[in-house]
């Protein structure tokens, strides 16, 4: 069974009520305890379950942030990976809050040598762990849902800033451009893209053509998108904007 496998099989039963312990679970799956240990341990960040001593217990009452965690996790981190995988020692990047760039924020750990932009308070967490990965987290006003920083202060500080690339995880994608749902998360979005010469748009199929509300950027602005789904009109559509298309296949 892959990692992603068996972290999906302990959310499903944390969602039914069952108790995790490490020791059966490590017997179970044929790996160590320590394996099972770091699982619960970014299950636990995620907010699909939480972290007890000697295993987890399924989560508490959680928010509309925790409920996008837990869906579409494979294709999620199908896109994650696939990502991440482009990166290289000295990139730089803004990456903003989000359910799907947190499942980047997993990968960046992997990496090494990265810099790393955010207002999220848990994707700088998971980021800095890579070796050598150095993170500058965004300040202003911190809203306990997202674990995020918005606001004129974080506006201000990320006009003082300059990446390669941004990554966002937005609401909608539409042949006109992207779009959030959350006026100030869409505003620290735009700040982000008027600070990076390359915008990447990291979202699933459920993305594709759905209505938006408030404009990132407009399409001619992405460079690229990866997703795991979108339709032919819209994709040609992208394209003919000149945004490079990435489809990732999802096991």
Avoid: W
């Avoid at 039963?13 to 179970?28: D, K, N, P, T």
């Avoid at 579409?72 to 020692?89: I, T």
């Avoid at 997202?146 to 974080?154: C, F, I, M, N």
């Amino acid at each position: 069974m892959t990692p992603a496998l068996r972290r999906d099989e302990m959310v499903r039963r944390a969602q039914s009520g069952q108790r995790l312990g490490v020791e059966a679970l490590a017997l179970e799956f044929g790996t160590s305890r320590e394996t099972i240990r770091r699982d619960l341990a970014a299950l636990d960040r995620q907010g699909a379950l939480r972290r007890v001593h000697g295993g987890a217990r399924p989560g508490g009452e959680e928010g509309p942030f925790q409920d996008r965690l837990r869906a579409r996790v494979e294709a999620k981190r199908a896109m994650a990976q696939h990502l991440a995988q482009g990166l290289r020692p000295g990139d730089s990047l803004f990456i903003d809050t989000g359910s799907t760039t947190q499942f980047l924020a997993e990968e960046i750990a992997l990496c090494k040598g990265l810099i790393v932009i955010t207002n999220s308070a848990d994707i700088a967490s998971l980021c800095q762990k890579g070796e050598g990965n150095r993170v500058f987290l965004i300040g202003g006003e911190f809203r306990a849902e997202g674990r995020e920083s918005v606001g004129p202060l974080a506006v201000a500080q990320i006009g003082q800033l300059r990446a390669a690339q941004v990554v966002l995880t937005v609401a909608a994608v539409t042949e006109r451009g992207v779009y959030d749902i959350d006026p100030q998360e869409a505003e620290i979005a735009r700040a982000m893209v008027a600070q990076a010469d390359q915008v990447t748009v990291l979202a699933d199929g459920s993305k594709m053509g759905r209505a938006g509300v408030f404009e990132v950027c407009p399409m001619a602005r992405v460079g690229r998108i990866v997703t795991d789904a979108i339709d032919t009109p819209l994709r040609l559509a992208a394209e003919a904007a000149g945004v490079f298309v990435d489809i990732v296949t999802v096991a």
